[in-house]
């Protein structure tokens, strides 16, 4: 049997109680009669769930916002309309804002030029000092090198000259004639004079090159103290700039980009507060719902809260599509009480408290945004199993429990018959006979305990059993 006939309308049959009252305090047997509904058994689904009901929306909800304060110009969609990422939506009127643009880049132009002419001197400037360092270190080279090479002609010319004296005192030495020594002594007293003299001025030579070697440092120092203040000029250019307008410049035309308001993904326009012509008056201007996977948002009492995981089955149906079911799942449970909560599609505030999102399965097309829906989350389910209403077992004294079967008393109508069972699963209305002689077509009595219904009692046919959940389906 499906299981959308959990509680079906029992096969009954039309019957009164003729009951017996029996006692001390009797002293008779009355007949008293009673109507009692019953309930054909047979193998059915049992479910356990709890109600609960919710708006259908998209499962990405995205507001569009803008915080223009210009006027709509332009409206391309309307509640309803499907849009494409990319899409333009609305375009506001830029023409203030183009202007400002306009006339301040005027003012900000003027000004780079003004800074690029001093940007392009001090650029030159820099270059001019490198090029003099070049020149003059080049120059002070040049002296260092001349210097050097004259000290090393004069130690060399000091050289020959030691070697000239040393030559004629040794003439001198190997002179025998007296006459002849003297000259060579005068000529040696001579050379050892030019030689002394010479010596002393050797060390202006020394003296001259590293006069030359401080000339050259000196100048490095000086041209970089002038390269350095040339790049001081150019780093302070950044000092110079006026940033202010700049930044002005940047938010004007992010406010002209702005102007296109385009989709932010694909979806459904499922709200919009603008109006072409007209300013906007809140920074939600839209609304847009991704409509390929839905959902319904739902509030959860404390007393089922506990009973509710993720991954539950979920049965959903509404008032536009009638007894068509579709089925989903619990796909996130807020099990911490909140406040109120805004409903995505009328923008409504609802009663907080604990919630569940339920995902509807694919294939749910009938399904818009925004229909009222109700949904059963599936708690516990057991497939083909016999089950009876639970208003039709007894407890007995020693705990057992029994139901009663309207047998045929041949022509005198049908006799009550207890049998004994042991439950299983119950849910609201139904409860699963694990066992007992109970069978598929068993006609089972309701409602046994306030009709005291006793083994072997005769009843008769009356009214039938109706399933709640079937009698409010047919409402």
């Known amino acids: ?95 203030d804002y183009q202007e400002q643009y306009d006339k301040l880049k005027d003012t900000a132009d003027t000004s780079k030029e003004r800074l690029d002419s001093a940007h392009e001197k001090n650029q030159k400037a820099l270059q001019d000092a490198k090029n003099q360092k070049t020149d003059l270190l080049r120059k002070a080279q040049r002296a260092i090198d001349n210097a050097v090479s004259a000290r090393e002609t004069a130690y060399s010319k000091y050289d020959k000259l030691g070697k000239e ?97 385009k989709a932010p993904k694909d979806g459904v326009i499922t709200s919009l507060s603008i109006a072409e012509g007209s300013f906007p008056t809140t920074e939600a201007l839209m609304t847009i719902e991704d ?32 007894d068509e079911e579709f089925t989903g799942k619990v796909e996130r449970v807020v099990n911490i009480m909140s406040g109120q909560k805004m409903n995505a599609y009328t923008g409504e505030m609802n009663g907080g408290g604990y919630s569940a999102e339920i995902v509807i399965d694919k294939g749910a097309d009938k399904l818009l945004i925004g229909m009222t829906a109700k949904a059963k989350i599936i708690l516990d389910q057991k497939e083909n199993v016999l ?47 694990i066992t007992g002689d109970l069978n598929d077509g068993d006609i089972v009595l309701t409602d046994v305990v306030a009709n005291a219904v006793v083994d072997g009692g005769d009843v008769t046919i009356a009214e039938p059993y109706t399933d709640p959940d079937e009698a409010e389906k047919g409402e």
Request: hydrophobic share 35%.
């Open 1 to 95: 049997m499906n299981k959308s006939i959990i509680l079906r309308t029992a096969a009954a049959l039309s019957i009164s109680a003729a009951l017996l009252c029996g006692g001390a305090s009797c002293g008779m047997k009355d007949l008293i009669n009673i109507p009692i509904t019953t309930y054909t058994v047979e193998h059915t689904d049992v479910e356990n769930y709890i109600s609960v009901s919710g708006t259908v929306e998209g499962s990405n909800i995205v507001k569009v916002t803008s915080d223009l304060t210009a006027k709509v110009k332009t409206l391309n969609v309307g509640v309803g309309d499907a849009v494409k990422a990319g899409d333009i939506l609305c375009e506001f009127d830029s023409s």
């Open 165 to 261: 004296v040393d030559e004629c005192y040794e003439e001198y030495e190997a002179c025998d004639d007296n006459a002849e020594a003297a000259i060579l002594y005068k000529q040696y007293l001579a050379a050892q004079e030019q030689y002394e003299a010479f010596g002393d001025t050797l060390s202006s030579y020394d003296e001259a090159v590293q006069s030359a070697r401080d000339a050259y440092n000196d100048t490095a120092k000086s041209a970089d103290d002038a390269i350095e203040m040339a790049q001081e000029a150019i780093n302070d250019e950044k000092f110079n700039k006026d940033t202010t307008v700049q930044d002005q410049l940047d938010k004007l035309k992010e406010s002209i980009d702005k102007c296109v308001v």
């Open 291 to 322: 409509t390929t996977e839905l959902r319904i948002n739902v509030s959860i009492n404390e007393a089922d809260i506990l009973s509710v995981k993720e991954g539950q089955k979920a049965v959903i149906t509404t008032t536009a599509t009638g």
């Open 387 to 433: 089950a009876v209403p639970y208003d039709s077992i007894k407890q007995n004294d020693d705990g057992t429990f029994s139901v009663f079967i309207a047998e045929k008393n041949g022509d005198k109508g049908y006799k009550a018959k207890e049998v004994k069972v042991e439950k299983g699963m119950e849910t609201n209305y139904l409860t699963e006979i």
